[in-house]
């Protein structure tokens, strides 16, 4: 990735996100980190991320880290970026829609044992929890059935990913683990970032 390259997607994950440079830094240093740690690229993160982290982040609560862990958890199904991000759109798409989900929508989280109000009720209050509740709860349907029931929820085109999701659950909850500790991970980063973006500092200026 060339300077420029570099400076343009931080500049797009700091619009998107509305992150400080603070806390852009700290999101390198996550992106960065998690890439070494389990089978997510830094580089294919990074570009889910600038495609959807925006998304994730205005309709959740979770934490900057905790949207690279699962960002980094679709880029690990290696089914491509743009597979992964719109995956990971419609999954979150999906535990936050609430009200006004189809019949055929509501037999399939009843199937689940869940109610589609209070996943995204909770996905406000513990992101990273009602994530995994789901995607267990989705790993104990049958085989018969489970396909069809991802298909009612999060839409035909994301459910290659999401099964791939599904069987590497422990990868997953590994990729949260990993980013919960900030020490872990901080500072990793900066002095990569400062020798990519030193002749772009510009934009920089003009955003900060």
Do not use: C
């Given at each position: ?17 509305r992150l400080s440079v603070k806390e852009m830094m700290s999101l390198g240093d996550a992106i960065n980190y998690i890439g070494d ?75 689940l044992g869940l109610h589609p109000v209070k996943v995204a009720e909770q996905m406000q209050k513990d992101g990273r929890g009602t ?49 919960g500790d900030s020490g872990r991970y901080l500072g990793r980063s900066q002095g990569e970032y400062e020798r990519q973006l030193s ?10």
């Amino acid at each position: 990735m060339t300077a420029d390259q570099a400076a343009d997607t931080v500049v797009a994950l700091k619009q998107s996100m509305r992150l400080s440079v603070k806390e852009m830094m700290s999101l390198g240093d996550a992106i960065n980190y998690i890439g070494d740690k389990t089978a997510a690229g830094g580089k294919t993160t990074t570009e889910i991320l600038k495609r959807q982290g925006g998304y994730v982040k205005n309709t959740t609560k979770l934490a900057n880290e905790e949207i690279v862990a699962l960002a980094a958890s679709f880029d690990s199904t290696k089914q491509g970026t743009e597979l992964a991000a719109t995956a990971m759109k419609n999954f979150v798409g999906a535990l936050t829609r609430g009200k006004g989900v189809q019949k055929k929508e509501m037999e399939a989280w009843q199937k689940l044992g869940l109610h589609p109000v209070k996943v995204a009720e909770q996905m406000q209050k513990d992101g990273r929890g009602t994530i995994m509740k789901v995607m267990k709860a989705i790993s104990e349907v049958n085989d018969a059935e489970r396909a069809d029931v991802m298909t009612r929820i999060f839409k035909k085109e994301s459910i290659g990913v999401i099964a791939s999701l599904l069987s590497n659950l422990e990868g997953m909850d590994k990729a949260f683990e990993e980013l919960g500790d900030s020490g872990r991970y901080l500072g990793r980063s900066q002095g990569e970032y400062e020798r990519q973006l030193s002749g772009v500092n510009a934009k920089w200026t003009v955003l900060g």
